[in-house]
């Protein structure tokens, strides 16, 4: 019976010994002075040390000077009989190359219970730090990717559960991601969007297609600006949804340029609709002052018509930065030729913004238009009277265009397009006050708003 004893311990002991052989972590046997008494070969692979050059040699000759410390630490630990847990750390090859490292040390306890020694497992952990920072650098650049794109970011379970969301998204809605999972969510969607703007959402969820949908989202002062929502799965090597990827843009901007330009094309429209009938008026004016000594009917028609297309050009381009009032009224009546002596035009000298100038070009342009076919431009003796008032403190400008001399006016019989422009389009464009009276002597327009004025008002030169 002790023989078998004599023979297991042996066998054991071959096999241990065999282990620490053929393991591929470094494993080191030292003593409580640091000094090394065992060096299996994973240890001179890592640290190109041999045994006979390693044992009886002090542990701390792979240890860099400015991490001696680390040594003092662990056989404090190990003194006390506990083990030093896995760390990352860097040591020193014999080639004099730095290796950053995985180290584990445990106490080594004989027989009797003494702690007389440690047992250091090490592995080269260059690879997987490698990796981690490729990963910790891809992350950090996703980071920065996402915090700092124009759009709302977002990130979802396979079941469209939120899970992760940027700055931007909370800063404009201010619901974090715990917001955006609850009932809260739903209260940033319009309630005529809401139902539909969620269903197509959870159909995509559910089906697996990529989710795209217009609709406006509220934000934290409680305006609703509108946005392109999309969102693309991520599927794994097999197939599977494993989450969602998604953005808001907001496209307000765009759409209200959209509108601009569809208001733009329909007053086009509306205007070449007009254009033969306003062709027709001046060549009939032309026509009756032929004989009074100022040209020839084809000269004088010639230069209407090319005042008309000087105007339309002007109008076509729209893109003002500020424009000086008188100009913008005198260039919209260019097309009248010498018959600007029908107008009186007074006021201060004063810029509009962008916005004013377009409303209220096409404002007296349409009313130039109508008077020159119905109104006190279709008779030489007519009179148009325009001014404007201004206070430049509040940016508050105060118009007026009164017709006198012309035949009887009457209401129109019904609402057009010329309507839009003359009194619609500047109350919802500018919030202006606007009204018309149809006196049968003659028609009056005003207008009336603050805010129109350009800051700094500068004119701008003739073309």
């Known amino acids: 019976m002790p023989d078998r ?10 096999f241990y010994a065999a282990l620490v052989e053929s393991s591929d972590d470094a494993i080191v046997a030292k003593d409580l002075n640091s000094t090394v008494v065992s060096w299996n070969p994973a240890a001179e692979r890592l640290f190109g ?8 040699e002090s542990i701390r000759k792979l240890i860099p000077a400015d991490r001696q410390q680390e040594e003092d630490e662990i056989l404090a630990k190990i003194t006390r009989g506990e083990r030093f847990p896995q760390f990352t750390t860097e040591r020193m090859r014999k080639d004099g190359q730095l290796i950053r490292v995985f180290v584990t040390v445990s106490p080594v306890i004989d027989s009797h219970g003494n702690i007389v020694g440690a047992c250091k497992i090490a592995r080269d ?9 490729r990963i910790e650098e891809s992350e950090k650049l996703f980071r920065t990717l996402a915090e700092n794109i124009a759009q709302m970011a977002w990130i979802a379970a396979p079941d469209g559960t939120i899970t992760w969301c940027n700055q931007r998204l909370t800063d404009y809605t201010g619901l974090d991601v715990e917001g955006l999972k609850s009932v809260d969510r739903q209260k940033i969607h319009q309630p005529e969007h809401a139902s539909r703007v969620l269903g197509r959402y959870y159909h995509c969820i559910e089906s697996g297609e990529d989710w795209e949908d217009i609709y406006p989202l509220r934000g934290l002062d409680g305006e609703f600006r509108w946005f392109l929502g999309r969102a693309t799965p991520i599927r794994d090597r097999h197939g599977k949804i494993t989450q969602w990827c998604g953005t808001h ?9 959209a509108d601009r330009i569809r208001l733009m094309l329909h007053e086009v429209n509306h205007r070449t609709k007009n254009l033969l009938a ?19 009917f084809v000269e004088r028609f010639e230069q209407r018509v090319e005042g008309l297309a000087t105007n339309q050009d002007l109008l076509v381009k729209g893109e003002w930065r500020e424009v000086d009032l008188e100009e913008l009224v005198r260039r919209q009546l260019g097309f009248l030729g010498e018959d600007h002596a029908q107008f009186e035009i007074a006021g201060p000298s004063c810029a509009l913004s962008a916005n004013t100038a377009e409303a209220i070009g096409m404002g007296i342009h349409e009313l130039a238009t109508n008077s020159l076919k119905y109104g006190a431009l279709s008779v030489p003796e007519g009179k148009v009277a325009i001014g404007w008032e ?10 007026w265009w009164r017709e006198r001399g012309g035949p009887r006016v009457s209401p129109p019989t019904r609402k057009g397009f010329g309507t839009t422009l003359i009194a619609d389009l500047p109350r919802a464009k500018l919030n202006a006050e606007v009204t018309l009276d149809y006196d049968p002597k003659g028609l009056a327009w005003t207008l009336s708003g603050e805010n129109l004025l350009a800051e700094e008002p500068q004119g701008i030169a003739a073309e």
């Open 249 to 257: 843009t907001d496209i307000t901007d765009q759409r209200e340029q």
């Open 125 to 133: 952990a260059t690879e997987y730090l490698a990796a981690q920072e």
């Open 5 to 14: 004893t004599q023979d297991y311990v042996k066998a054991q002991d071959h």
């Open 278 to 296: 306003t062709v027709q008026a001046l060549a009939r004016r032309t026509a009756s002052g032929a004989e009074d000594g100022n040209g020839s």
């Open 49 to 56: 040390y041999v045994a006979d050059e390693m044992i009886g």
């Open 390 to 399: 201004t206070e430049p403190v509040t940016g508050r400008l105060s118009m």
